[in-house]
T-cell receptor, first 114, second 115 residues
Framework: KAGVTQTPRYLIKTRGQQVTLSCSPISGHRSVSWYQQTPGQGLQFLFEYFSETQRNKGNFPGRFSGRQFSNSRSEMNVSTLELGDSALYLC?????????????FGPGTRLLVL | DAKTTQPNSMESNEEEPVHLPCNHSTISGTDYIHWYRQLPSQGPEYVIHGLTSNVNNRMASLAIAEDRKSSTLILHRATLRDAAVYYCILSRLGYSGAGSYQLTFGKGTKLSVIP
């Protein structure tokens, strides 16, 4: 089975721009979660989608948004980029997002905001 | 939020066992204990998880204290490929209560393996 894939792997943007990151979960997985990883804050939960619905959201401003498509693929969008948005963005998929399930992480998209 | 406390770093000699401790004194009765690790330049990778009983898999063992306020990840024979940051995590029901559990990562323990 193919693992979680994320595109693009690297991205450079300037302040004020917006960016869209994509995540393809493992086949059959319907839950997709997004995390931001920075040296200062570590790994922080952004949001989780299941069956095209956002079920859970972390403590991030409204500039961070996401969506999930009927094939479970997910995108996250960051508008009006700030320097502090430079980070590794990780997505993880699981069957249904239940507490006992393993989350499988992708390799991440490294975003640099200049 | 239930929090976990781990040492910042640990060292181990290659081919020796490693015991990585984690304190989670505010754990609730339904919180699962998960361990993930992150190798350099990679996304986190699942290691093991448990609720009350000790657990074993091909990668590691998880020893859970009787009161569940602490746990220990045991790597039976450390190899150089085990050098990573190890995260002890309690999965917690999300705000919506709609069956969505999120992983709340702490700082983790950076494990160095000495050849």
């Amino acid at each position: 089975k193919a693992g979680v894939t994320q595109t693009p792997r690297y991205l450079i943007k300037t302040r004020g721009q917006q960016v869209t990151l994509s995540c393809s979960p493992i086949s059959g997985h319907r839950s997709v979660s997004w995390y931001q990883q920075t040296p200062g804050q570590g790994l922080q939960f952004l949001f989780e989608y299941f069956s095209e619905t956002q079920r859970n959201k972390g403590n991030f401003p409204g500039r961070f948004s996401g969506r999930q498509f009927s094939n479970s693929r997910s995108e996250m969008n960051v508008s009006t980029l700030e320097l502090g948005d430079s980070a590794l963005y990780l997505c993880a998929s699981s069957l249904a997002g239940a507490e006992r399930e393993t989350q499988y992480f992708g390799p991440g998209t490294r975003l640099l905001v200049l | 939020d239930a929090k976990t406390t781990q040492p910042n770093s640990m060292e181990s000699n290659e081919e020796e066992p490693v015991h990585l401790p984690c304190n989670h004194s505010t754990i609730s009765g339904t919180d699962y204990i998960h361990w993930y690790r992150q190798l350099p330049s990679q996304g986190p990778e699942y290691v093991i998880h448990g609720l009350t009983s000790n657990v074993n898999n091909r990668m590691a063992s998880l020893a859970i204290a009787e009161d569940r306020k602490s746990s220990t990840l045991i790597l039976h024979r450390a190899t150089l490929r085990d050098a990573a940051v190890y995260y002890c995590i309690l999965s917690r029901l999300g705000y919506s209560g709609a069956g969505s559990y999120q992983l709340t990562f702490g700082k983790g323990t950076k494990l160095s393996v000495i050849p």
